[in-house]
């Protein structure tokens, strides 16, 4: 029987990466295409949709979350 290697798209740059000990920087194909992708993060490029805090306001204070947002979640 023989095991199939599971392949996947770089984040970067589309190219197939084959997700073995082989391919290090995994699921990137590269070094190049991880730290392009580290940088749009630490831009704030890529960004995880949520309400923004400004940095004098404390987690605390916040509003808490209705019952319909829960749900919504």
Known sequence: M???TLSVQCPSCKKNVLMTKDSPFRPFCSERCKALDF??????THRIPGQSISPNE???ERESP??????NW
């Open 39 to 44: 940088a749009d993060w630490a831009e704030e």
């Open 2 to 4: 023989s095991m199939k």
């Open 66 to 71: 209705t019952e319909q947002q829960k749900k």
């Open 58 to 60: 404390n987690w605390d």
